[in-house]
Protein backbone atom coordinates (compact mmCIF):
# COMPACT_ATOMS: atom_id res chain seq x y z
CA UNK A 1 0.00 0.00 0.00
CA UNK A 2 1.40 3.93 -0.80
CA UNK A 3 1.80 6.10 1.18
CA UNK A 4 -0.84 8.60 -1.04
CA UNK A 5 -3.61 5.23 -1.00
CA UNK A 6 -3.31 5.03 3.03
CA UNK A 7 -3.77 9.38 2.79
CA UNK A 8 -7.16 8.64 0.87
CA UNK A 9 -8.25 6.08 2.90
CA UNK A 10 -9.93 8.50 5.35
CA UNK A 11 -10.97 10.72 2.86
CA UNK A 12 -12.44 7.75 1.37
CA UNK A 13 -14.47 6.71 4.66
CA UNK A 14 -15.43 10.57 5.25
CA UNK A 15 -16.96 10.72 1.93
CA UNK A 16 -19.16 7.16 2.17
CA UNK A 17 -20.32 8.50 5.42
CA UNK A 18 -20.83 11.86 4.22
CA UNK A 19 -23.29 10.23 0.99
CA UNK A 20 -24.87 7.68 3.84
CA UNK A 21 -25.82 10.16 5.63
CA UNK A 22 -27.61 12.48 3.03
CA UNK A 23 -29.30 9.30 1.61
CA UNK A 24 -30.89 8.98 4.58
CA UNK A 25 -32.04 12.43 4.77
CA UNK A 26 -33.31 12.00 1.63
CA UNK A 27 -35.30 9.11 2.88
CA UNK A 28 -37.05 10.92 5.13
CA UNK A 29 -38.17 13.69 3.05
CA UNK A 30 -39.33 11.69 0.62
CA UNK A 31 -41.29 9.78 3.36
CA UNK A 32 -42.79 12.78 4.26
CA UNK A 33 -43.74 13.79 1.21
CA UNK A 34 -45.61 10.93 0.51
CA UNK A 35 -47.39 10.84 3.17
CA UNK A 36 -48.61 14.12 2.06
CA UNK A 37 -49.89 12.68 -1.01
CA UNK A 38 -51.38 10.18 0.83
CA UNK A 39 -53.67 12.41 2.75
CA UNK A 40 -54.41 14.18 -0.26
CA UNK A 41 -55.47 11.00 -2.06
CA UNK A 42 -57.59 9.82 0.52
CA UNK A 43 -59.24 12.96 1.23
CA UNK A 44 -58.15 14.39 3.77
CA UNK A 45 -56.27 17.43 2.17
CA UNK A 46 -57.69 17.22 -1.15
CA UNK A 47 -60.15 14.59 -2.84
CA UNK A 48 -60.54 10.99 -2.66
CA UNK A 49 -58.79 9.69 -5.96
CA UNK A 50 -61.67 7.76 -6.82
CA UNK A 51 -63.72 10.89 -6.80
CA UNK A 52 -61.01 13.20 -8.53
CA UNK A 53 -60.68 13.14 -12.67
CA UNK A 54 -64.10 13.02 -12.98
CA UNK A 55 -64.23 9.65 -11.32
CA UNK A 56 -62.05 8.13 -14.12
CA UNK A 57 -60.45 6.13 -11.53
CA UNK A 58 -63.35 4.75 -9.64
CA UNK A 59 -64.05 1.30 -8.91
CA UNK A 60 -66.41 1.03 -11.33
CA UNK A 61 -65.03 3.26 -14.21
CA UNK A 62 -63.50 1.11 -16.56
CA UNK A 63 -63.65 -3.07 -16.91
CA UNK A 64 -60.00 -3.25 -15.42
CA UNK A 65 -60.54 -1.41 -12.59
CA UNK A 66 -60.47 -3.47 -9.11
CA UNK A 67 -63.30 -3.42 -7.01
CA UNK A 68 -63.18 -0.92 -4.10
CA UNK A 69 -61.47 -3.17 -1.26
CA UNK A 70 -58.49 -3.78 -3.56
CA UNK A 71 -56.96 -0.46 -2.53
CA UNK A 72 -57.15 -1.45 0.91
CA UNK A 73 -53.37 -3.04 -0.06
CA UNK A 74 -52.10 0.46 0.26
CA UNK A 75 -52.80 0.30 4.62
CA UNK A 76 -49.95 -2.20 3.88
CA UNK A 77 -47.66 -0.74 1.48
CA UNK A 78 -47.59 2.80 3.56
CA UNK A 79 -46.70 1.07 6.88
CA UNK A 80 -43.95 -0.75 5.01
CA UNK A 81 -42.48 2.22 3.65
CA UNK A 82 -42.87 4.13 7.35
CA UNK A 83 -41.62 1.30 8.66
CA UNK A 84 -38.79 0.92 6.03
CA UNK A 85 -37.88 4.83 6.86
CA UNK A 86 -37.47 3.69 10.21
CA UNK A 87 -35.00 0.99 9.38
CA UNK A 88 -33.34 2.84 6.72
CA UNK A 89 -32.20 5.89 9.90
CA UNK A 90 -30.85 3.72 11.79
CA UNK A 91 -27.44 4.57 12.45
CA UNK A 92 -26.43 0.99 12.55
CA UNK A 93 -27.99 0.38 9.26
CA UNK A 94 -26.05 3.82 7.50
CA UNK A 95 -24.09 1.41 5.90
CA UNK A 96 -25.60 -1.39 5.13
CA UNK A 97 -25.58 -2.89 1.30
CA UNK A 98 -28.68 -3.05 1.38
CA UNK A 99 -29.67 0.60 2.51
CA UNK A 100 -27.42 1.93 0.00
CA UNK A 101 -28.54 0.10 -3.09
CA UNK A 102 -32.25 0.52 -2.11
CA UNK A 103 -32.58 4.15 -0.55
CA UNK A 104 -32.43 6.48 -3.42
CA UNK A 105 -34.46 3.94 -5.59
CA UNK A 106 -36.91 4.11 -2.62
CA UNK A 107 -37.31 7.35 -2.08
CA UNK A 108 -37.98 8.28 -5.96
CA UNK A 109 -40.25 5.76 -5.79
CA UNK A 110 -42.19 7.38 -2.69
CA UNK A 111 -41.81 11.02 -4.12
CA UNK A 112 -43.64 9.20 -7.89
CA UNK A 113 -46.30 7.84 -5.56
CA UNK A 114 -47.18 11.17 -4.08
CA UNK A 115 -46.90 13.05 -7.49
CA UNK A 116 -49.52 10.37 -8.95
CA UNK A 117 -51.77 11.55 -6.02
CA UNK A 118 -51.33 15.22 -7.27
CA UNK A 119 -51.22 14.53 -10.80
CA UNK A 120 -54.69 13.30 -10.74
CA UNK A 121 -56.49 15.28 -8.22
CA UNK A 122 -55.26 18.30 -11.54
CA UNK A 123 -57.25 15.69 -13.71
CA UNK A 124 -53.90 14.85 -15.40
CA UNK A 125 -54.43 11.58 -16.41
CA UNK A 126 -51.88 10.62 -19.15
CA UNK A 127 -49.51 12.45 -16.74
CA UNK A 128 -50.82 9.86 -14.35
CA UNK A 129 -49.64 7.37 -17.05
CA UNK A 130 -46.43 8.58 -17.10
CA UNK A 131 -46.13 8.92 -13.63
CA UNK A 132 -46.87 5.32 -12.54
CA UNK A 133 -45.26 4.16 -15.38
CA UNK A 134 -41.76 5.64 -14.14
CA UNK A 135 -43.29 4.24 -10.46
CA UNK A 136 -43.45 0.83 -12.02
CA UNK A 137 -39.79 0.85 -13.59
CA UNK A 138 -38.30 2.42 -10.01
CA UNK A 139 -39.52 -0.27 -8.26
CA UNK A 140 -38.42 -3.13 -10.94
CA UNK A 141 -35.26 -1.54 -10.68
CA UNK A 142 -35.09 -1.82 -6.76
CA UNK A 143 -36.43 -5.35 -6.24
CA UNK A 144 -33.78 -6.88 -8.48
CA UNK A 145 -31.15 -4.96 -6.75
CA UNK A 146 -32.77 -7.06 -3.73
CA UNK A 147 -32.54 -10.33 -5.54
CA UNK A 148 -28.78 -9.69 -6.25
CA UNK A 149 -28.03 -8.82 -2.71
CA UNK A 150 -30.33 -11.67 -0.31
CA UNK A 151 -31.55 -11.08 2.76
CA UNK A 152 -29.42 -11.44 5.96
CA UNK A 153 -32.62 -11.67 8.67
CA UNK A 154 -36.30 -12.65 8.94
CA UNK A 155 -37.04 -8.70 9.78
CA UNK A 156 -35.29 -7.58 6.19
CA UNK A 157 -37.31 -10.09 3.83
CA UNK A 158 -40.78 -8.74 5.61
CA UNK A 159 -39.79 -5.20 6.39
CA UNK A 160 -37.80 -4.81 2.66
CA UNK A 161 -38.39 -7.62 0.28
CA UNK A 162 -42.30 -8.01 1.32
CA UNK A 163 -43.12 -3.92 1.34
CA UNK A 164 -40.89 -3.77 -1.92
CA UNK A 165 -42.39 -6.86 -3.70
CA UNK A 166 -46.34 -5.72 -2.48
CA UNK A 167 -45.35 -2.13 -3.92
CA UNK A 168 -44.38 -3.71 -7.28
CA UNK A 169 -47.18 -6.03 -7.64
CA UNK A 170 -49.76 -3.64 -7.52
CA UNK A 171 -48.09 -1.12 -9.11
CA UNK A 172 -47.76 -3.69 -12.11
CA UNK A 173 -51.88 -4.05 -11.59
CA UNK A 174 -52.63 -0.57 -11.04
CA UNK A 175 -50.67 0.39 -14.59
CA UNK A 176 -53.03 -1.71 -16.14
CA UNK A 177 -55.78 0.33 -14.74
CA UNK A 178 -54.49 3.39 -15.23
CA UNK A 179 -53.97 3.34 -18.80
CA UNK A 180 -57.12 2.03 -19.37
CA UNK A 181 -59.07 4.61 -17.57
CA UNK A 182 -57.01 7.46 -18.84
CA UNK A 183 -57.59 5.77 -22.79
CA UNK A 184 -61.50 6.06 -21.89
CA UNK A 185 -61.35 9.31 -20.93
CA UNK A 186 -59.79 10.06 -24.03
CA UNK A 187 -62.45 9.32 -26.11
CA UNK A 188 -61.79 5.64 -26.65
CA UNK A 189 -65.30 4.07 -26.56
CA UNK A 190 -65.30 0.95 -28.13
CA UNK A 191 -68.75 -1.03 -28.11
CA UNK A 192 -69.27 -3.83 -25.59
CA UNK A 193 -67.93 -6.81 -26.97
CA UNK A 194 -64.43 -5.09 -28.75
CA UNK A 195 -64.25 -3.58 -24.89
CA UNK A 196 -64.59 -6.91 -23.69
CA UNK A 197 -61.74 -8.17 -25.81
CA UNK A 198 -59.68 -5.31 -24.86
CA UNK A 199 -60.09 -5.70 -21.62
CA UNK A 200 -59.10 -9.85 -21.88
CA UNK A 201 -56.41 -8.52 -24.03
CA UNK A 202 -54.97 -6.30 -21.16
CA UNK A 203 -54.97 -8.67 -18.73
CA UNK A 204 -53.28 -11.40 -20.58
CA UNK A 205 -50.17 -8.37 -20.90
CA UNK A 206 -50.47 -8.23 -16.97
CA UNK A 207 -50.20 -12.02 -16.34
CA UNK A 208 -47.31 -11.53 -19.07
CA UNK A 209 -45.63 -9.05 -16.79
CA UNK A 210 -46.44 -11.18 -13.62
CA UNK A 211 -44.34 -14.05 -15.38
CA UNK A 212 -41.49 -11.89 -16.16
CA UNK A 213 -41.50 -10.30 -13.46
CA UNK A 214 -41.50 -14.51 -11.96
CA UNK A 215 -38.73 -15.59 -14.07
CA UNK A 216 -36.48 -12.15 -13.54
CA UNK A 217 -37.50 -11.27 -9.60
CA UNK A 218 -36.75 -15.01 -7.75
CA UNK A 219 -40.43 -15.55 -8.19
CA UNK A 220 -41.15 -13.20 -5.08
CA UNK A 221 -44.39 -14.36 -3.21
CA UNK A 222 -45.18 -10.77 -2.63
CA UNK A 223 -45.01 -9.65 -5.79
CA UNK A 224 -47.03 -12.29 -6.79
CA UNK A 225 -49.33 -11.75 -4.14
CA UNK A 226 -50.50 -8.25 -5.00
CA UNK A 227 -50.83 -8.91 -8.91
CA UNK A 228 -52.93 -12.06 -7.69
CA UNK A 229 -54.82 -9.77 -5.05
CA UNK A 230 -55.22 -6.95 -7.78
CA UNK A 231 -56.61 -9.31 -10.81
CA UNK A 232 -58.97 -10.70 -7.87
CA UNK A 233 -60.94 -7.93 -7.31
CA UNK A 234 -60.64 -6.99 -11.01
CA UNK A 235 -62.95 -10.26 -11.23
CA UNK A 236 -64.79 -10.00 -8.24
CA UNK A 237 -65.55 -6.28 -9.39
CA UNK A 238 -66.92 -7.50 -13.03
CA UNK A 239 -68.97 -10.40 -11.86
CA UNK A 240 -70.57 -8.62 -8.96
CA UNK A 241 -70.59 -4.98 -9.86
CA UNK A 242 -70.83 -2.38 -12.81
CA UNK A 243 -69.52 -2.56 -15.59
CA UNK A 244 -70.46 -6.48 -15.36
CA UNK A 245 -68.52 -8.27 -17.91
CA UNK A 246 -68.38 -12.35 -16.93
CA UNK A 247 -66.10 -12.69 -19.81
CA UNK A 248 -63.57 -10.31 -17.90
CA UNK A 249 -63.81 -11.59 -14.28
CA UNK A 250 -63.20 -14.91 -16.38
CA UNK A 251 -59.97 -13.95 -17.85
CA UNK A 252 -58.88 -11.23 -14.58
CA UNK A 253 -59.15 -15.06 -12.80
CA UNK A 254 -57.07 -17.21 -15.56
CA UNK A 255 -54.54 -14.50 -15.60
CA UNK A 256 -53.97 -15.05 -11.96
CA UNK A 257 -53.97 -18.10 -12.05
CA UNK A 258 -50.75 -18.48 -14.60
CA UNK A 259 -48.71 -15.74 -12.61
CA UNK A 260 -49.32 -18.25 -9.49
CA UNK A 261 -48.30 -21.28 -11.64
CA UNK A 262 -45.37 -19.40 -13.22
CA UNK A 263 -43.73 -18.74 -9.65
CA UNK A 264 -44.76 -21.46 -8.05
CA UNK A 265 -42.42 -23.40 -11.30
CA UNK A 266 -39.99 -21.02 -10.24
CA UNK A 267 -40.02 -21.90 -6.95
CA UNK A 268 -39.50 -25.33 -7.02
CA UNK A 269 -36.56 -25.39 -9.91
CA UNK A 270 -34.20 -23.18 -7.61
Known sequence: MTASTTVNEPARASAATSADRIRQVGVVIAEIACVFGTLVGVGVLGTRVEEASGGRLAADATLIAPAGPAFSIWSVIYLGLAAYTLWHVLPRNAAHPRARATGWLA??????????????QAGWLWASVGVIVALAVVLGVLVRRLTALPTTSRVEAVLIDGTFGLYLGWVSVATAA??????????????????????????????????????????RYAVTAAMVWGLGWIAIGRLTDAPNSTVTGIAAILAALVIVAETVRRRRLS
Open 107 to 120: AASMILNAGWLLVT
Open 178 to 219: NITATLIDSGVQPGPEIAQALAVVVLAVAAAIGVVLARRLGA
